[in-house]
């Protein structure tokens, strides 16, 4: 028999989105390991806050809502509150009753920069990182570092003379285009703009958009763009992030970014750091040496001598720590395709880098129940 088609709205819903999630659901297992960070968090939320004046967005659903964008890969703020008005997984997780207002985008974003001035992304990929049924899954004696470049919410137009003065197209040399009754470029909002023959570097030039973005490419033949560079410092036994940071687009950003995130780990000993042939030079295998970190850094042989020698390739441990490393680009692709990180949605170098820190911390979570179950 033929159902009929028939609209069913009544005046009371006695269904909870609890009972709307299915029990085997993936966000399930992250929301307990979620949530037990957060508690761990409670008291840095509560100093953040005053104890009077009227409530905001509690801390946690905020942090829950920026953790759904990550792993949707929702593009903007806006569209996020739009799904936690009508998916009912989202705003389970969230936090969110059925009939619950949902926020005014303005005011989450308002509210997010509270969470990026008191640093909690790190704090968050700290506690999460820290609790006793993830430590078991990691290592504490090999790890691997890289750095990846991260597109800058600016366009090329953008970068411009740091004194403010244009270069003039026209001159008098007579050559076509210059004073010869061509019409001028158009003008607006995206007006044309000729760079050739112009030579711009990040000493006379930034961009007035995201003034922190620098102009810089890894490799020869690859275009220049503007950009942020961020760094991961991953455990060796499952590929988790120990460690994330950004730093502006340089030449040494990575070995600097290497050594400032192995200073900061707590009650350290003796261990090995993977890294690319970018890492080879003379100065950094010193330092790592000097705070007692073995180098197992890929020789770079290219017209010169690496800084790698027999007393470090001879042994088993380095071949299987220059195999190993290479897991960390799926940390990087992860980010850049589900996490939006390819090219940010924010400008400066503060919620740049409190948004790649949040999205490592996403991309360990999204890993941790399967990880988790298998242990």
Known sequence: MRGGDIETSGLFSYVSCEARVPVGHPLRAIRAIVDEALEVLSPDFERMYSPIGRPSIPPEKLL???????????????????????????????????????????????????????????????????????KVLLSDEHFSVDGTLIEAWASMKSFKPKGGVEPDDSDDSGSPGAGQGVEPAP?????????????????????????????????????????????????NRNGLVVDAMLTHATGTAEREAALAMLERMDGRHRITLGADKAYDTAGFIAALRGIKVTPHVAQNNNGRRSAIDGRTTRHGGYAMSIRIRKKIEEIFGWAKTSGGMRKTRHRGHDRV?????????AYNLVRLPKLLAAA
């Open 64 to 134: 829950r809502a920026l953790l759904l964008q990550a792993f949707y890969t929702v593009r903007s703020e806006r569209q996020l509150m739009e799904q936690l008005d009508y998916n009912l997984l989202f705003r389970w997780f969230v936090g969110l009753a059925m009939d619950a207002p949902i926020w005014d985008v303005t005011v989450f974003t308002k509210n997010r920069e509270r969470l990026l001035a008191g640093d909690i992304a790190a704090q968050f990929l700290s506690a999460v990182m820290g609790q006793s049924r993830v």
């Open 187 to 235: 003008q607006g909002r995206n007006a044309e703009r000729n760079f050739r023959g112009e030579k711009r570097s990040n000493a006379t030039h930034a961009s007035i958009t995201d003034s922190d973005a620098r102009l810089f490419k890894k490799a020869r033949g690859q275009a220049a763009r503007l950009c942020h560079m961020g760094h991961v410092l991953m455990e």
């Open 353 to 361: 880098g409190w948004n790649f820190t949040l999205t490592a911390a």
